[in-house]
Antibody, heavy 123, light 106 residues
Framework: EVQLLESGGGLVQPGGSLRVSCAVS????????MSWVRQAPGKGLEWISA????????HYADSVKGRFTISRDNSKNTLSLQMNSLRAEDTAVYHC????????????????WGQGAMVTVSS | SYELTQPPSVSVSPGQTANITCSGD??????ACWYQQKPGQSPVLLLY???KRPSGIPERFSGSNSGSTATLTISGTQAMDEADYYC?????????FGGGTKLTVL
């Protein structure tokens, strides 16, 4: 069974840092790109970052560029998102999502989603 | 930056056809996909590459994409289809989601 399980969410003060991770199982991790998609309470979906199957290509939304870093450890089947300089507007549920494609591209579509990790940025 | 525009809400009677639109500049030149999200749940991929259904998605979900508008069509809408629906496309090395449409079945 294909599974994505996020961890590492929590409460952090503005300006602080947090790392969320996603442990995957049930498919060949290196064959698929992965993304992080967040959803603020009561709001819609917002894509924030993607990484190719090899990890050699990364992409970011303007809202997080320079503050967040996506990475993957293909030996441990784990996806991570390092979040620095956090702001109140970063408060959201952070989902990892499996892409149907090996690299982020015009054919990208997310066919498996984790349940999400809640990140709250507040003093 | 690229934007995808969806109507905030759509209403449909049970058994009828619901159409949810997604508009963006030259969207027809890109691939559109669609997700369904029910309260408290993660999104589910309904359609990818405009018209393709992943395994397990009922045939009543179909799609089209031409010009500047992609459309999700739900035929024979059921009460269980009441949910939020999001379109998504790729532009300039980023993924873009529409703002979402709440489908009410009444």
């Amino acid at each position: 069974e294909v599974q994505l399980l996020e961890s590492g969410g929590g409460l952090v003060q503005p300006g602080g840092s947090l790392r969320v991770s996603c442990a995957v199982s049930g498919f060949t991790f290196t064959s698929y790109a992965m993304s992080w998609v967040r959803q603020a309470p009561g709001k819609g979906l917002e894509w924030i970052s993607a990484i190719s199957g090899s990890g050699g290509s990364t992409h970011y939304a303007d809202s997080v560029k320079g503050r967040f870093t996506i990475s993957r450890d293909n030996s441990k089947n784990t996806l991570s998102l390092q979040m620095n300089s956090l702001r109140a507007e970063d408060t959201a549920v952070y989902h990892c999502a499996k892409d149907r494609s090996i690299a982020p591209s015009r054919t990208s579509a997310f066919d498996v989603w984790g349940q999400g990790a809640m990140v709250t940025v507040s003093s | 930056s690229y934007e995808l525009t969806q109507p905030p809400s759509v209403s449909v009677s049970p058994g009828q056809t619901a159409n949810i639109t997604c508009s963006g500049d030259k969207l027809g030149d890109k691939y559109a996909c669609w997700y369904q999200q029910k309260p408290g749940q993660s999104p589910v991929l309904l359609l990818y590459q405009d018209t393709k259904r992943p395994s397990g998605i009922p045939e009543r979900f179909s799609g089209s994409n031409s010009g500047s508008t992609a459309t999700l069509t739900i035929s024979g809408t059921q009460a269980m289809d009441e949910a939020d629906y999001y379109c998504q496309a790729w532009d300039s090395s980023t993924v873009v989601f529409g703002g979402g449409t709440k489908l009410t079945v009444l």
